[in-house]
């Protein structure tokens, strides 16, 4: 004779309605996450959003579909720059792919363009230091901790590559495209970006 199934824990309507509740939340806190500082009505506009046009399953799905997007998208990235180092570790290469997407969001820059001047200003070591005293990944000269108010060391990879987007992208709003990037590698230096220009193009070329 076949048992009746008892009711388990999670088929409590009360249980239902929490955990649709907590991925709402979840989702909320995801896409605070590509807020800008400060912008408190763009939070408030997104939450209610969500909370008015979908049901608490749509909920559910579309937060693991975020959740599985981002996570691919760190691996990819990532994975582009532990190509060209493998001694990254398993770790490295999950901090590096999340600040990609994370500052790459944030600044609005092609996330293969940070991986590009990652591969022509370090090749992807995280304790890079230049002659000249720049560091990590993104090669930042130290001034830019004080500039920017970041708190502790550059050689931390989300410190790095936030420092580095910042750079890069206030170069390109305020010079263009191209001479933003010369700009990046430059400085205020007289001397030609060209070349550089030239480095970080074709990496964004191989990369697809």
Do not use: C
Request: charged share 20%.
């Amino acid at each position: 004779m076949e048992k009746a199934r008892r009711p388990s824990f999670i088929d409590s309507a009360a249980v239902q309605g929490r955990l649709q509740k907590g991925a709402a939340l979840l989702l909320i806190l995801l896409a605070a996450l590509f807020v800008l500082p400060g912008s408190g009505r763009s939070f408030t506009k997104i939450k209610n959003t969500v909370m008015s046009v979908v049901s608490g399953e749509d909920i559910v799905e579309l937060g693991r579909r975020e959740i599985e997007k981002s996570l691919e998208a760190r691996r990819y990235w990532g994975g582009m720059v532990a190509a060209i180092n493998p001694s990254l570790t398993s770790f490295e290469v999950n901090e590096i792919g999340r600040a990609i997407v994370r500052y790459s969001s944030q600044y609005d820059l092609p996330p293969r363009l940070l991986v590009a001047i990652i591969m022509v200003e370090s090749s992807g070591r995280v304790f890079a230091v230049s002659p000249k005293g720049a560091q990590g990944l993104m090669q930042v000269m130290p001034f830019w901790k004080g500039e920017l108010g970041i708190k502790g060391t550059l050689f931390d990879i989300d410190n790095n590559i936030r420092a580095g987007a910042h750079i890069l992208a206030e170069n390109i709003r305020g010079r263009g495209f191209e001479e933003g990037i010369a700009l990046y590698y430059r400085g205020n230096l007289p001397v030609s970006g060209a070349g550089y220009l030239g480095k970080v193009q074709k990496a964004m070329q191989a990369i697809s």
